[in-house]
T-cell receptor
C-alpha cells in the first residue's frame, strides 16, 4: 500500500485566499483524522471521521475551517478565508480502528501551509 | 480532559541508552503508543502497549508501563544518530478512537 497520501505537499498562498488540502487514506481504514502542527501549539487534532461520518470537530479553530469526507477514499480540509496564523503543517492520518485491535494511526507526509 | 505530558528535550551520546518518559491522566486508557517523527515527515508508529501489560520489548525498544502511577517510558538501547527525532507518547481510551498525543520529546544523539 502507498500509505496515506496528502496533496499538495507545500502550499503558499496570500491572506484571504481559499486553501484546500486533500487526503487519501489507506484502503480499508475506517477512520480519518486531520491534525495541525506548529512550534507554539504542538500537534492538535482538528477533526476526525469514522466510516465517513464526522465524530468530533471540537478542535476546528473556527468557522473558516471545514472538512468533508464524501467517501471512504477521500477527504478535504478547507480554509476560507486563510490567515497568516493558519500557517502550519497539516497532517492527515488514517486508522483501521478496532479491526486490528490496537487503533494505531498512520500519518501522511503532511502539507506545509504558508499564508502570507 | 485527558492530558499527556513529556519532557521537551533529551540529549544522549551515541551507544548509550535513551529513556524517554511520559505521564498521562486518563485512567481508562486502553492502548498507549510511542510515535517517532523525523524532520519533514509525519509521525510513524514505533510500538504500543496494551494497558494490561507492564512491559513490551521489540528489538532495541523497551516500553515500560506503570499503570498505578500513569507513567510510560520508552528505552532505546544502543542509541544511534538515526534515532535523532521527536518522540510522541499517546494514549487512547473510551469508546472512540480519539488519541491524545503528548507534546513530544526531541531526542538529540551526539556522535
Amino acid at each position: 500500500d502507498a500509505g496515506v497520501i496528502q496533496s499538495p505537499r507545500h502550499e503558499v498562498t496570500e491572506m484571504g485566499q481559499e486553501v484546500t488540502l486533500r487526503c487519501k487514506p489507506i484502503s480499508g481504514h475506517n477512520s480519518l483524522f486531520w491534525y495541525r502542527q506548529t512550534m507554539m501549539r504542538g500537534l492538535e487534532l482538528l477533526i476526525y471521521f469514522n466510516n465517513n461520518v464526522p465524530i468530533d470537530d471540537s478542535g476546528m479553530p473556527e468557522d473558516r475551517f471545514s472538512a468533508k469526507m464524501p467517501n471512504a477514499s477521500f477527504s478535504t480540509l478547507k480554509i476560507q478565508p486563510s490567515e497568516p496564523r493558519d500557517s502550519a503543517v497539516y497532517f492527515c492520518a488514517s486508522s483501521p480502528g478496532g479491526t486490528k485491535g490496537s487503533y494505531e494511526q498512520y500519518f501522511g507526509p503532511g502539507t506545509r501551509l504558508t499564508v502570507t | 480532559g485527558e492530558d499527556v505530558e513529556q519532557s521537551l528535550f533529551l540529549s544522549v551520546r551515541e551507544g548509550d541508552s535513551s529513556v524517554i518518559n511520559c505521564t498521562y491522566t486518563d485512567s481508562s486508557s486502553t492502548y498507549l503508543y510511542w510515535y517517532k517523527q523525523e524532520p519533514g515527515a509525519g509521525l510513524q508508529l514505533l510500538t504500543y502497549i496494551f494497558s494490561n501489560m507492564d512491559m513490551k520489548q521489540d528489538q532495541r525498544l523497551t516500553v515500560l508501563l506503570n499503570k498505578k502511577d500513569k507513567h510510560l517510558s520508552l528505552r532505546i538501547a544502543d542509541t544511534q544518530t538515526g534515532d535523532s527525532a521527536i518522540y510522541f507518547c499517546a494514549e487512547i481510551g473510551g469508546g472512540y478512537q480519539k488519541v491524545t498525543f503528548g507534546t513530544g520529546t526531541k531526542l538529540q544523539v551526539i556522535p
